[in-house]
């Protein structure tokens, strides 16, 4: 796994924006390329003095994108998606040869901070109502609280059983910017109902639930302080209330939370077992 920084970007290769690292490009003139977070337009970087890697810098400077580059001139930011026109598209085709480089979205880390996702989607082409269906998925608010709700069979906390409405949060369980599309993000089975201090240590990969016979048992990071842990709640070994779930939903459940794991030990770099 990769820690997606500004050393990687995307450029339009064979008419698809692939990730590659930014010194793959030097020398490949006439390619589109842009931030791989908020798809501004940006400018390559070569080799520091001081032996620093390639980068690439925001063309206007982003406070909000967590890849910007500590240099430039700070200027007041207007997000605008690079444009791609069909000549664009044809011209992305001479650089086939750039492909062998490339990076896979599975290889990439990149929690995403909610601004620059909320940015995202203000700027697709998804309806009004459809952008506020995954702004409000984003939050763990809407459509994708009810999703989470229906599949798990109750309004509590899936590790807790705490029923107190105000303190739970839908969880996205594959990581947001890592979902193939809309319809992945506001999936059901994508996602947990916790407390909010359990959402946002699992948002972070400091938690995570392994398989342990027909159960899910909840996993700390091995820095977590335990003691500290069960005072607020949460106790390594505690299951999940998975009882209500189909076995449909379970499957694609089971599916997502390999891919939180996967995180999970790469950040922790342990296996588990």
């Given at each position: ?12 290769i ?5 990730l590659?690292p ?7 003139t ?18 520091g ?19 910007i ?26 650089f086939e ?6 990076i ?11 601004g ?14 459809e ?10 608010l ?11 069979g ?8 705490t029923?107190?409405?105000e ?7 594959k ?33 995570t ?20 842990m ?11 209330a ?18 939180h ?13």
């Open positions: 796994m990769i820690q997606l920084t500004n050393s990687v970007c995307e450029a339009l064979c008419g698809v924006w692939r590659i930014v010194e793959s490009l030097h020398g490949s006439g390619i589109l390329r842009r931030c791989p977070e908020c798809h501004a337009s940006i400018k390559l970087m070569k080799l003095k001081e032996g620093q890697h390639p980068y690439f810098e925001h063309e206007k400077r982003n406070p909000a994108c967590s890849l580059s500590a240099k430039g001139k700070a200027v007041k930011y207007v997000h605008s998606s690079v444009n791609v026109s069909e000549k664009d598209r044809e011209d992305s085709e001479k040869g750039l492909l062998s480089l490339c896979s979205n599975n290889d990439m880390i990149n929690d995403g901070e909610m620059e996702d909320i940015i995202d989607v203000s700027d697709s082409t998804l309806s009004d109502l952008k506020r269906h995954a702004i409000n998925a984003r939050i763990g809407g459509t994708f609280k009810e999703a989470v709700i229906s599949v798990w109750s309004e509590t906390c899936a590790l807790t059983l029923p107190v409405k303190m739970l949060v839908a969880s996205h369980i990581v947001w910017r890592n979902c193939e599309n809309t319809a992945e993000r506001l999936e059901g089975a994508n996602g947990i109902l916790l407390c909010a201090h359990i959402d946002k240590l699992f948002e972070k990969h400091r938690i639930f392994r398989k342990v016979g027909r159960e899910y048992r909840l996993k700390l990071a091995d820095d977590l302080d335990s003691s500290l069960t005072q607020l709640g949460i106790n390594e070994g505690d299951a999940l998975t009882g209500r779930m189909n076995a449909a939903d379970l499957e694609k459940f089971e599916d997502n939370l390999a891919h794991q996967k995180i999970f030990n790469h950040l922790n770099d342990k296996e588990i077992v």
